[in-house]
C-alpha cells in the first residue's frame, strides 16, 4: 500500500484524520508543534511508528519559529518543545525515541550556525520517516517466511499503513505474504473502544484487495475452537529488554487464547519500538484515556451517565505468550533476554 498517514512539504505536516476513518478522509494541516502535538494527543494520528513520525515532523516545526542567535539559547528552547511533544501520550516509546534522536541530531549539528541547523532538523525528521517504510518493509519480508499458505491470520487493532509512515508492521507482514503470492487473508478484531480494527483496519485491507472478515472481540476464541484461524500477528506500542509486549488493549486475551489452541501468536515492531531501558512488563507505563471512549460511539450514548469506567489503552503480554518477535533485523525466538540484545546491537 502506498498510502501514508502523515505527509510533509514546504513546512506544512498534514495528517488524515483517523478518528473520522472509514467514513470521511479528511487531512488536517498542521504548521506548528501545537498542532502536532494536539494531534498525537486526539488521536488524529495514531500507533507507535506514526506517532514518531509526527513527533519528529513537530520538533522541526518547534525548531523553525525558535528566535535564537546562539546553540545553548536554542537549545534550550528546542528542549522545551520537545518536552511537550513528550507529554502527549505515555506508552508508545517510538515518541521518545524520535524526539531524542532529534535532540541528539541538534547536538551534533552545535558548531553550525542555528539556521543551518534548522535545515538539518528538517531534513531529519524527513529522514525518519522515509526510514519507516524501509523499515517496515524489511519487516514485511522477515515475517513473511512465517505464514503458511493459505494462512487465515487474526489481527488486533491496527497496525497498518495508518500506524505508521507507510506499510504497516503486522499487516505489512500480511501484504508481504499476499505480495509472495500467498493466499492469505485476515480476521480483524473491531478492538473496542475506538474500533481501530473496524474502522482502519478493514478499511485498509478492502483498499488493498486483501480478503477481510471482521468480527467482534469476544469471537476469537470460538473461531479459534473451530480451526478458523491459523495464526495471530500483532504490532507493539513498546517492548521490553525480556520481550514482554504492551499492545492495545484486548492483546493479552488473544495471546493467552492462541496459547491454549497452539496458535502461533507473532509481534512485528521495528527496533525502536523495543526500549532496553525497561527490564520487563511491570515497568511499561499504560496509559488510562477518557471514560467517553468506552461509554460512548461516536455521539451516541450506550451507558447509563455517570457510570464509573476503566479504559487502560493498552495492556502487556508476557514473552512466554508470544511465538516470535519479527523486526526489521531478523527474527527473534525462545530466549528473548538474550535475542533481542543481539538484534538490538546487530550492526553496531
Known amino acids: 500500500m502506498t498510502f501514508k498517514p502523515i505527509e ?33 494527543r486526539t488521536m488524529v494520528v495514531r500507533g507507535a511508528p506514526a506517532i514518531g513520525v509526527a513527533a519528529a515532523f513537530g520538533a522541526y516545526l518547534g525548531a523553525r519559529d525558535i528566535e535564537a542567535d546562539d546553540f545553548d539559547s536554542f537549545f534550550a528552547r528546542f528542549e522545551k518543545v520537545c518536552a511537550v511533544l513528550a507529554a502527549t501520550r505515555p506508552t508508545a516509546v517510538n515518541l521518545f525515541w524520535a524526539l531524542d534522536r532529534m535532540k541528539s541530531f541538534a547536538k551534533a549539528c552545535q558548531a553550525y550556525p542555528v ?3 534548522k535545515i538539518a ?31 487465515r491470520i487474526l489481527t ?20 508481504a505474504a499476499q505480495a509472495a ?19 482502519l483496519t478493514a478499511w485498509e485491507l478492502q483498499k488493498d484487495n486483501i480478503p477481510v472478515t471482521l468480527i467482534c472481540d469476544n469471537m476469537a476464541g470460538y473461531l479459534m475452537s473451530k480451526g478458523e484461524i491459523d495464526c495471530v500477528i500483532v504490532g507493539a506500542d513498546r517492548i521490553a529488554a525480556n520481550g514482554d509486549t504492551a499492545n492495545k488493549i484486548g492483546t493479552y486475551t488473544v495471546a493467552v487464547l492462541a496459547k491454549e ?19 520487563d512488563g511491570s515497568g511499561i507505563p499504560i496509559e488510562e484515556r477518557e471514560s467517553r471512549e468506552v461509554t460512548h460511539c461516536g455521539d451516541k450514548q450506550l451507558a447509563p451517565t455517570g457510570v464509573a469506567v476503566r479504559n487502560p ?7 512466554r505468550l508470544v511465538t516470535a518477535i519479527i523486526t526489521e533485523r531478523g527474527v527473534v525466538k525462545g530466549d528473548y533476554l538474550k535475542g533481542i540484545n543481539t538484534i538490538v546491537n546487530k550492526g553496531r
Not at 525518519?128 to 493459505?150: S, W
Not at 478484531?189 to 474500533?195: A, G, K
Not at 489503552?313 to 508476557?318: C, G, K, L, S, Y
Open 115 to 117: 539556521a543551518d541547523i
Open 8 to 40: 510533509y512539504k514546504d513546512g506544512v505536516c498534514r495528517m488524515i484524520d483517523q478518528r473520522l476513518l472509514p467514513t470521511e478522509e479528511i487531512w488536517i494541516d498542521t504548521i506548528d508543534y501545537h498542532g502536532v502535538a494536539d494531534a498525537i
Open 121 to 151: 532538523l528538517e531534513y531529519e525528521a524527513m529522514a525518519i520517516a522515509d526510514e519507516d517504510i524501509r523499515v517496515n518493509l524489511a519487516m514485511g519480508r522477515h515475517g513473511e517466511a512465517l505464514i503458511p499458505e493459505n494462512a
Open 156 to 175: 488486533h487493532c491496527n497496525a497498518g499503513a495508518l500506524a505508521t509512515g507507510g506499510y504497516g508492521t503486522a499487516l505489512g507482514v500480511v501484504r
Open 313 to 319: 489503552a493498552f495492556d502487556v503480554t508476557p514473552a
Open 261 to 279: 489452541h497452539g496458535i502461533p501468536f507473532y509481534v512485528a515492531a521495528p527496533i525502536s519500538t523495543i526500549d532496553m531501558a525497561i527490564a
Open 181 to 199: 503470492g500467498k493466499n492469505v487473508s485476515v480476521l480483524a478484531d473491531e478492538t473496542r473502544p475506538f474500533l481501530q480494527g473496524a474502522r
